[in-house]
């Protein structure tokens, strides 16, 4: 059975912090693939990355950073620089390689509030 | 683009009334499924299908069902409604393979049972 936990149920920052949120994974499948997913208060679910677990390498994408380790089983998530617009509750997912996107395994979520 | 489109928005029934939540995606997606999102539990799956004519189950299918007559439709049934059924419920969408092959997400069905 697959299982993510994201420990932080709620983070608070000051714009203009760095905030890291943690995400740890739970598989017998020797490949699968992460999602990450952002919640913002209107409610829809926006995509923020896919990684697959051939592919440990850490991505960068403007403030956004993604540490992918699967020695540890964690997909960690940083936003450098947080700004008010950040706020939202963002999602870690998993799913397995032939269902990519279909049946997805999620973490309860983390609520990041950037005050300003 | 509509992308996934999820009718109602919000939606209040009484126990043991029945309805169908509606999703149709225009991306010609073979793979759909659909999620319920309760309070500090994330989003967890309720059904899924692989394509038309192919439906199973998720981690919470009791008290629903669901059909795929075609690649666009996928609808949700609830069929007496009780009031652990009160969530917000999510439609997904996605390509089978490739390169692309994150789910998209209608914005939500908020549905409240009395």
């Known amino acids: 059975a697959q299982k993510v936990t994201q420990a932080q149920t709620e983070i608070s920052v000051v714009e203009k912090e760095d905030v890291t949120l943690d995400c740890v994974y739970e598989?017998?499948?020797?490949?699968?693939?992460l999602f990450w997913y952002k919640q913002p208060p209107s409610g829809e679910l926006v995509f923020l990355i896919r990684?697959?677990?051939?592919?440990?390498q850490n991505e960068i994408s403007g403030r956004y950073s993604w540490n992918f380790q699967k020695s540890t089983s964690s997909f960690n998530f940083t936003i450098t620089a947080s700004q008010v617009v950040d706020s939202a509750v963002y999602f870690c997912?998993?799913?397995?390689?032939?269902?990519?996107?279909?049946?997805?395994?999620f973490g309860g979520g983390t609520r990041l509030m950037v005050k300003p | 683009n509509a992308g996934v489109t999820q009718t109602p928005k919000f939606q209040v029934l009484k126990t043991g009334q029945s309805m169908t939540l509606q999703c149709a995606q225009d991306?010609?997606?073979?793979?759909m499924s659909w999620y319920r999102q309760d309070p500090g539990m994330g989003l967890r799956l309720i059904h899924y299908?692989?394509?038309?004519?192919?439906?199973d189950q998720g981690e919470v299918p009791n008290g629903y069902n669901v059909s795929r007559s075609t690649t666009e439709d996928f609808p949700l049934r609830l069929l007496s409604a009780a009031p652990s059924q009160t969530s917000v419920y999510f439609c997904?969408?996605?390509?089978?393979?490739?390169?692309?092959?994150?789910?998209?997400f209608g914005q939500g069905t908020r549905l409240t049972v009395v």
């Open positions: 299908s692989v394509g038309a004519g192919i439906t």
């Open positions: 997904a969408s996605s390509y089978k393979g490739g390169t692309h092959t994150e789910a998209f």
């Open positions: 990684r697959n677990s051939f592919d440990e």
């Open positions: 997912a998993l799913s397995d390689i032939y269902n990519a996107g279909n049946m997805l395994t």
């Open positions: 991306m010609n997606h073979e793979y």
């Open positions: 598989t017998r499948d020797t490949t699968y693939y």
